[in-house]
């Protein structure tokens, strides 16, 4: 086990209703002047937002409003939030929504107290020493950025989808209703079960070796997401399921599931999925990235895989209970070598992650996105930037080598 440093600062109010107790939360916790931050459309139509605003009123917290944020938000965006928080001289900034109002709300926390443009600190020309408290309504069960210390802000003008990671992102309190998630469209649904998923995949196929405890945790939050997201499917107001993937999808991403498993100083896993769908959906924002993603992940699990076969045969054994045969216990027909078992048994595990992704409605290729081999290249300025020449915790890889999983995901 590798030394780690594990730090969950966040105040969880989980429940029924627990969207109407935001104003005597915030209230309890000393604050009195809140930017509210969302997106365009669901929060406003299905009456989370007048909820929202309803018991900051009755705490006696003032607020402010920022909408229009989008899937994979803007800088710009994220600019007007800083400036209405510098002039109305806010002390929380309130996110109501998922991941991408989230992050906005956290890239505006970082620059409301910084004295350049808050798109330094994505690029690396500066480091954030301060940032105004964030406190999230979460109506969206996928980026756990209610938890988690990173922030990913995406600038049309250069191409670009940069992210930022530091304890500072980290919110102070989070509100998680899994009732505001009934009305959530299957597509959403399937995206954010897969990115929940992905989360926890990265930092369990870090390259480092086996942390029996973390293992376990991690692979039990994956089957209790594979279990839920099939009856959300068949009953989207089942509750309990909800209440599983909302909670999935916050301990997938505050560093629990990757305690153990990281290069001391580093962060805690792989994150070349990541990084290659992020370079995905900078080229067209209209793609989710848990969809995304779900392409990308069983395509990278193939190329690498022989590098440390014994990780996925323990994510396989755990997760969908595959087992390499056994010639000698086996009753087979044809001789399979040992080296052939294991490809089987990981070839069977990879199969299995990519049908589990499909039978939810994600796609397959990325083809289904309409991106084609003359886009590759057009990735590949913004990957350079964002993770060098050379990346990757499980196996080193080079732009070359990204080119090729994007092909063979094609």
């Not at 919110?171 to 469209?185: G, N, R, S, W």
């Not at 293992?215 to 499917?233: E, F, H, S, T, Y």
């Amino acid at each position: 086990m590798n030394d780690f440093s594990f730090y969950s600062p966040t105040r969880f109010v989980f429940g029924r209703k627990a969207t109407d107790k935001v104003g005597e939360t915030l209230s309890a916790s000393g604050y009195r002047r809140a930017l509210i931050v969302y997106g365009r459309g669901s929060v406003v139509r299905l009456g989370t937002l007048d909820r929202v605003v309803a018991s900051l009123d009755a705490a006696g917290v003032e607020h402010v409003e920022l909408g229009g944020v989008r899937p994979n938000p803007e800088i710009g965006l994220v600019r007007e939030g800083v400036e209405l928080a510098r002039k109305h001289g806010v002390d929380v900034i309130l996110p109501v929504g998922g991941g991408s109002a989230m992050d906005c709300a956290k890239a505006i926390a970082l620059g409301a107290v910084y004295d350049g443009d808050v798109w330094d600190f994505f690029r690396k020309r500066a480091t954030p020493a301060a940032r105004v408290d964030v406190a999230c309504v979460v109506t969206i069960p996928a980026s756990g950025s209610e938890a988690s210390n990173s922030c990913v802000i995406s600038n049309d003008e250069e191409h670009l989808k940069c992210g930022i990671n530091t304890d500072l992102n980290r919110p102070v309190i989070a509100i998680l209703d899994p009732e505001l998630t009934f009305t959530l469209p299957a597509y959403q649904t399937a995206a954010g079960v897969t990115d929940m998923i992905a989360h926890i995949m990265e930092r369990f196929f870090s390259g480092e070796p086996a942390v029996g405890a973390t293992d376990n945790i991690a692979c039990g939050l994956v089957r209790a997401a594979m279990d839920a997201a099939p009856k959300v499917m068949e009953n989207p107001e089942d509750y309990d399921a909800r209440a599983e993937i909302m909670w999935v999808g916050t301990l997938a991403h505050n560093g629990l599931a990757g305690c153990g498993l990281g290069i001391p100083g580093l962060r805690d896993g792989d994150w070349t999925c990541h990084g290659l769908e992020h370079e995905l959906s900078a080229l067209d924002t209209k793609i989710t990235h848990g969809a995304g993603l779900a392409v990308i992940f069983p395509a990278w699990m193939r190329y690498v895989w022989r590098e440390h076969p014994e990780r996925f045969l323990e994510f396989g054994s755990q997760v969908f209970g595959i087992e390499p045969v056994d010639p000698e216990v086996d009753e087979l027909d044809v001789e399979v070598t040992p080296e052939q078992a294991v490809e089987y048994a990981v070839e069977a595990t990879i199969d299995e992650l990519q049908e589990f992704f499909v039978s939810l409605g994600m796609p397959r290729t990325l083809s289904e996105f309409g991106v084609t081999e003359d886009d590759i290249e057009k990735m590949m300025p913004g990957l350079k930037i964002n993770r060098g020449e050379s990346f990757g915790s499980f196996m080193k890889l080079t732009l070359d080598d990204a080119r090729e999983i994007y092909r063979s995901a094609l």
